[in-house]
């Protein structure tokens, strides 16, 4: 549990630089560029460092058993978590009115993720994104401001579609990728869903 929350602590922390203040100040010390290798070294160690610590954690405790609507509304929220996640690479009516749809879709994700799950391990690792997510949109909506850009109903139509197509590639893989799977049928006996 050691290096999975090490590794959260560093891919959390140096998303926050900015809301705690220290981007500025890092970014004088540094220089732009050399900040911005410094933000993704670190990011991709706490990501390399959450995957294995995950794996590491596994058998974790069981904290609680989730009710099954849980898994039900995870069907739904992670879908569009995925659709937000795609709109905020593209020029959208979704971007452009939720301002921060990768941010929306991080608190979806670990939302739907925490509420279904109840290891320890899950439990911090989705608690972690979903507190994370949640500090970051209260600031950025605080802030307030707009995209500049008016969005196209185009991009909004391949958001859609991506995002159900990668939702579906997901649940079809997500036993294999991830060891739970999301319907009952494509699991073995006894294994638990989401």
């Given at each position: 549990m050691d290096v999975l929350v090490i590794g959260l602590v560093l891919l959390l922390g140096v998303h926050l630089t900015r809301v705690v203040g220290l981007r500025g100040p890092l970014v004088r010390v540094l220089s732009e560029p050399l900040y911005a290798v410094f933000y993704s070294v670190i990011s991709a160690v706490g990501v390399a460092l959450i995957i294995y610590g995950h794996i590491l954690a596994h058998p974790s405790p069981v904290i609680w058993t989730p009710p099954e609507w849980t898994r039900t509304l995870a069907l739904f929220a992670v879908p569009a978590s995925l659709v937000l996640l795609v709109a905020a690479y593209l020029p959208s009516h979704i971007r452009s009115f939720t301002r921060h749809p990768m941010t929306l879709a991080v608190f979806l994700w670990a939302g739907a993720h925490l509420m279904a799950n109840g290891s320890l391990a899950s439990m911090v690792l989705f608690g972690s994104f979903f507190?994370?997510?949640?500090?970051?949109?209260?600031?950025?909506?605080?802030?307030?401001?707009?995209?500049?850009?008016?969005?196209?109903?185009?991009?909004?139509?391949?958001?859609?579609?991506?995002?159900?197509?990668?939702?579906?590639?997901?649940?079809?893989?997500?036993?294999?990728?991830?060891?739970?799977?999301?319907?009952?049928?494509?699991?073995?006996?006894?294994?638990?869903?989401?």
């Open positions: 507190a994370w997510s949640a500090v970051i949109l209260i600031d950025v909506y605080a802030r307030g401001g707009a995209f500049d850009r008016p969005g196209r109903w185009s991009a909004d139509i391949g958001a859609l579609v991506t995002g159900a197509a990668l939702a579906a590639l997901f649940a079809y893989f997500h036993m294999q990728l991830f060891g739970v799977a999301v319907f009952e049928f494509a699991s073995e006996p006894g294994a638990p869903g989401i």
